[in-house]
């Protein structure tokens, strides 16, 4: 049976541990990763496509074609490479791959829930969420670069195959980039034995399973956040963008009568907030926080509340399917935000 008690017991003991990075100086390389000073330059963002259930395959490529034709120095995609009703075989993996293969710069991969937190959901193939980590580890991360035509090269948290590979960090002029995996559907955590087996073809063992590779990697991540504020301040870095899939759940101004970020629902996130608003707080340069999830553009200031505002923490939700659109980012040095964020909306051929 899975309890608080399960959780709380397993949490001691991963809590304490360092994972040692490694990057990568390969040639073909793009020189984007280099930390000196430079002007305005602009770097791109999507996710949650394609869907094939809700007819994205004919729309996406007027998407690529977009980004593909901007002048952006790089994207960074948020997750979710299908749709959560859809099965996790192996060919949903080696389709994203091409689909990245496609842009011409670089494309810096962040997971989402539906590529393996959801595999276990019987219109999913009854697959086990863990294994296809696993297998997302070793197929979308073949080497220790970007993806795309062009490359970057990262630093990584884990190595090629292992676990947090997928936590990267690259810096680009005077920002530190940061990718972590922390995906929707409650961060992979387990609530109770009936969520456990709703829709799903787990079995208690595989649950509590879930719950343990959710603490290692939620301890994980904060770790590799830490490290990222680190290097970001060491530099003088005008900015930290980090870009995540899962929507963490912020408290609304609507809902006077509770706070939101405390729901159940969202509850698999509150440690890794909770850390990156201290982190926030000690950093002189701006954060724009970045994720999928809810698919709509959505771009605001939602820590703390209106009456207390972390002023240099800027959320940016992004499009999803089947709106599908990206964003455009422009780093302005000169400027006090930092940030001027461009939605754009891609017409489809007629």
């Known amino acids: 049976m899975i309890t608080n008690q399960f959780l709380r017991s397993t949490l001691a003991a991963v809590f304490c541990f360092g994972i040692a990075g490694c990057a990568s100086s390969s040639g073909g390389v793009d020189k984007a990763s280099s930390t000196s000073s430079m002007g305005k330059y602009s770097f791109g963002l999507w996710g949650d496509m394609p869907y094939k259930k809700a007819g994205d395959d004919a729309k996406l490529p007027a998407v690529l074609q977009s ?6 120095a790089f994207s960074l995609y948020d997750g979710d490479i299908k749709d959560g009703s ?41 697959m086990d969420s863990l294994e296809r980590l696993s297998h997302l580890r070793k197929v979308l991360y073949p080497t220790l670069n970007s993806l795309g035509q062009t490359t970057l090269a990262l630093e990584h948290q884990g190595k090629l195959g292992e676990k947090f590979v997928e936590n990267t960090r690259f810096s680009h002029g ?9 995906p ?23 649950c509590d399973a879930a719950n343990a590779e959710y ?39 609507e809902t006077e009568e509770f706070d939101d970020s405390t729901l159940p629902g969202v509850s698999g996130y509150r440690h890794f907030m ?16 970045v994720h999928g999830d809810t698919h709509f553009f959505k771009l605001d200031k939602p820590l703390f509340n209106p009456g207390n ?12 399917s089947p709106s599908l659109h990206w964003v455009k980012v422009t780093v302005d040095p000169a400027s006090a935000s930092v940030f001027q964020v461009e939605p754009i909306t891609v017409k489809q051929p007629n």
């Open 67 to 72: 980004i593909n034709a901007s002048d952006i």
């Open 86 to 126: 859809s099965k996790c075989t192996d060919d949903v993996y080696t389709d994203a791959l091409k689909m990245f293969g496609s842009m011409k710069k670089p494309v810096v991969y962040v997971p989402g829930d539906n590529e393996w937190t959801d595999c276990h959901r019987l219109n999913n193939g009854g």
């Open 174 to 182: 005077d920002i530190t980039f940061v990718g972590i995996n922390m």
């Open 184 to 206: 929707g559907s409650n961060n992979n955590m387990v609530m109770n034995a009936k969520e456990c087996s709703n829709k799903s073809a787990r079995k208690t063992a595989q």
């Open 215 to 253: 603490l290692e990697r939620d301890a994980a991540n904060v770790v590799w956040l830490s490290e990222s504020f680190a290097q970001a301040k060491a530099k003088n870095a005008r900015g930290l963008v980090l870009v995540v899939q899962a929507d963490p759940g912020f408290d609304w101004p």
């Open 274 to 289: 909770s850390k990156l608003a201290e982190q926030t707080q000690t950093f002189k340069g701006e954060v724009l926080f």
């Open 309 to 320: 505002m972390l002023t240099n923490f800027t959320r940016l939700q992004t499009f999803g």
